[in-house]
């Protein structure tokens, strides 16, 4: 689940009014970063689960249920049932769905999905210990059409350029930079209102990851840091809205929107993507292998 972004706050941490905020970031030790490694994965392994059922035919409703069951098989427990951030309504699902031209936070219904559908699923556990992990998928579902396979693609490449920046000393505005660069790049949009963030102990922590901005700006990357690079892409305008129910996100314009998401950690060396799973899709070719791989 991703977190709104405060409005003319600038990074250091938001955007750049002349406005300068500390971040309060949790720097885990290897401890920390051992039980991140297992919550991570066992969210990844609640997509793996369910991907074989995610077919025309099947409701989000019905996923949603899907998915809280292996959590209860894990020993773990969904960090959105129940989830409700100031000025927010509780939200009312194990998982968020966002079908099409949902942008994200779309809440698990009772209309069967139909071929041609793309979905986002976005799963965060939160295991015995207390440790959050985080990590979503888009599903093409039956047939689709040839724009939205190209959007889901470049959606999951943008994510990937953004985590090849990654490594101590390297700014957050290198992360967003790759990723605008790349979407633009394909005549693609970047939404703007929502963006990655720390976690740990907690579901949202600094920082906050844009996936927009400008290299050389922005905080320091220093080992230990975890965070998501979760970006959302559209085929039109980057614009958005927001429903009636308090938590749907969609289009301005209706045009098809796509978000994949990681948790990554910051090692001595580069990075270390934490949610990945039997299941997880192929790495695309340009990436580090070694870097990739979690331990």
Request: charged content about 20%; some cysteine; overall charge negative.
């Amino acid at each position: 689940m991703t977190p709104q972004m405060p409005m003319n706050i600038s990074l250091r941490k938001r955007r750049h009014d002349g406005i300068i905020l500390p971040m309060t970031i949790t720097i885990k030790d290897e401890a920390g970063i051992a039980a991140m490694r297992t919550a991570c994965r066992l969210a990844s392994e609640v997509l793996d689960a369910i991907t074989p059922h995610i077919v025309p035919g099947i409701t989000t409703l019905e996923i949603d249920r899907l998915a809280s069951a292996h959590m209860a098989t894990q020993g773990t427990r969904s960090a959105t049932i129940g989830y409700q951030p100031p000025g927010y309504p509780p939200f009312p699902a194990h998982l968020c769905t966002s079908v099409n031209h949902v942008v994200c936070h779309g809440i698990p219904a009772d209309k069967p999905l139909k071929k041609g559908d793309i979905v986002n699923v976005d799963v965060t556990v939160i295991t015995p210990e207390g440790w959050f992990g985080d990590t979503s998928r888009m599903f093409l579902i039956g047939e689709t059409s040839i724009a939205a396979k190209r959007l889901c693609s470049i959606t999951y490449e943008s994510m990937w350029h953004g985590i090849e920046q990654v490594k101590p000393g390297a700014r957050l505005g290198d992360i967003g930079h790759a990723i605008q660069k790349f979407v633009e790049g394909h005549g693609l949009s970047v939404v703007r209102e929502f963006c990655g963030h720390g976690i740990g102990q907690k579901f949202h922590e600094d920082p906050q990851i844009l996936h927009y901005g400008k290299p050389g700006t922005g905080e320091e990357l220093v080992p230990g840091m975890i965070f998501t690079i979760e970006p959302m892409v559209n085929i039109g305008r980057r614009d958005i809205r927001e429903m009636n129910d308090g938590w749907t996100i969609v289009t301005k314009d209706r045009s098809l929107s796509a978000q994949w998401e990681h948790t990554v950690v910051v090692t001595p060396t580069g990075y270390e993507v934490l949610t990945l799973s039997s299941g997880s899709p192929a790495i695309p070719d340009f990436v580090t292998a070694k870097s990739a791989i979690a331990a």
